[in-house]
């Protein structure tokens, strides 16, 4: 039922600006892969490739082992939720989660009974014979997301599905599509700026950079296992800190160590600094400290801690825990 | 004296587009008000409403007598409304595909669709006239309805695909995601969406095709042919006006486009502001 998706040398330019570079993947059946990576990074353009929406201009996209290159987006048996919705204004919530049956020829007894499976697993049926425009936010998106389940397609496409909901609603609709995720089990490609949802769907996470992979892995593995600065910076919240290899008396160019791995003192320590802001979030405190060389440097401590603002304190890295890069960035290891 | 200050600047406003308006109505108000009066009247009180002395419909009766005019009227009727069908069409799937594709030239090919705008079509008409005489189009609405088609074009595609630009590219993929031709989507998620400019379009296109006289006299001017415009010129002689009939045929001529800019302008109005107001 579900698809597996292989890239092989993919490419894109327009003209001469290549805006993909020689990509390979395989995406397992039944994995939630998310391309993450900064705006401008090319994955919102390898997603619409996968759909058949931008012409590939080397190499090959296959499904299941089948080149699907030349194939129109509507027969590569995907269904692709979009950012802003994309709701057909002028049909209602069950023609716009139907016009992809209907297109296919399927009979209406089958459509209804598609529907209605997709508005049931999403509590839509309330709102089956409104019009988008009658719709909230969040109710229009959980439509986005029906109309791409009643297809039963092999792979789903997520463009930044959760970028234009609140705070609340972008946490809610996350669960919600990991839990048909379990339930449908089908191979989902998601592409996010934001990588808390990167790290709490995906089983296999893609960090791109300008058009090329940095790192393919699972979130934990790319957490405590980056290949270089760029993912240790990027995967994270607060972002890890990176300071030159000598002020912590080691060889390598840079090092870096992740908030959680600091301990800070008020006595003694290997870095000198002073407290520059701290900010309590209840659970944990993130304390952000100034020091001489490296600048500033981000401490995070379980629980409510009190600092005072403009306190001589010193820091401490896990040795334990510091991952060393070279002076152009790549990790080394062992 | 600070609240005051909008109010006043509101009053100022308003006195400038009444004025305006009154300026523009006046010419459709002296035509629409004689075309009631005797010809004695229109001479003696050109400006004087009709009264119970000078009210009379000779006018109207010397127009709807001459039996032609049932036809000049359905002529113009043909005209006008094949010309915009087309240049609506026509330019809706210009203005897609400008908006829409990407191909070699296509900014060029804007460019020169838009050229039409800056160039007056009646510049060509020597060129036109022996092109129509040569296909035998001489003396055909045809010949009319292609120049006008002609004409309108340049301005529907530039306006046109600029509010294409704004349609949603997801929207689009949604549909071919879901298995809608390009047509499908030109006709049933696009063109609804930019009903506001298709009525602007079509009124700034409708009105110069029924006010036409050039074309008419000069492509079309036989008896089965004319237009409204130009078979009222038939009271107008070279030593006597029948203004009666001049300005009851006149009077006449401007219902059409009256109905047909009532059903546009609420469109109209919207696709005026749109991006002005959210």
Partial sequence: MSGALTLTGV???????????????????????????????????????????????????????????????????????????????????????????????????????????????????????????????????????????VRRPKLFLFDEPLSNLDAALRVATRIEIARLHRELGATMIYVTHDQIEAMTLADKIVVL????????????????????IFVAGFIGSPQMNFLPGGLVGLSSAQVGIRPEHLTISAEAGQIAGRVSHVEKLGGETLTYVAAETPGLLTVRQFGEQDHRVDAPVWLTPDPRRILHFDAEGRRLRG | ????????????????????????LFPVFVIVINSFKSRRAIFAEPL???????????????????????????????????????????GAMAAFALSEYRFRGNSLVGLYLALGIMIPIRLGTVAILQLMVASGLVNTLTALILVYTAQGLPLAVFILSEFMRGVSDDLKNAGRIDGLSEYRIFFRLVLPLVRPAMATVAVFTMIPIWNDLWFPLILAPSEATKTLTLGSQVFIGQFVTNWNAVLAALSLAILPVLVLYLIFSRQLIRGITAGAVK
Avoid: W
């Fill in chain 2, 1 to 24: 004296m600070a609240a005051r200050r909008p109010l006043a600047r509101s009053i100022a406003a308003h006195a400038v587009l009444i004025l305006y308006t009154l300026i523009a």
């Fill in chain 1, 209 to 228: 950079r300008a058009g090329r992979i940095e790192q393919v892995g699972r979130p934990m593995d790319l957490y405590n296992d980056p290949d270089n």
């Fill in chain 2, 48 to 90: 004087a409403l009709p009264t119970a002395d000078s009210f009379d419909l000779v006018g109207y009766r010397t127009v709807l007598a001459q039996g032609d005019f049932v036809l000049y009227f359905q002529n113009s009727m043909i005209v006008t409304l094949v010309s915009l069908f087309l240049v609506l069409l026509f």
């Fill in chain 1, 11 to 149: 490419s894109k330019s327009f003209g001469k600006t290549e805006v993909i570079q020689d990509i390979d993947l395989t995406v397992e059946p039944g994995e939630f892969c998310v391309f993450v990576g900064p705006s401008g990074c090319g994955k919102s353009i390898l997603l619409r490739m996968i759909a058949g929406l931008e012409d590939v201009t080397t190499g090959e996209v296959a499904m299941n082992g089948r080149r699907i290159n030349e194939l129109p987006p509507a027969k590569r048996e995907i269904a692709m939720v979009f950012q802003s919705y994309a709701l057909y204004p002028h049909l209602t919530v069950r023609g716009n989660m139907g016009l992809a049956l209907k297109q296919a020829g399927e009979g209406r007894a089958a459509i209804a009974a598609a529907t209605d499976r997709a508005a049931g697993m999403l509590s839509l049926q309330p709102l089956m014979e409104r019009r988008p425009a009658e719709l909230s936010g969040g109710q229009r998106q959980r439509v986005a997301i029906g109309r791409a389940i």
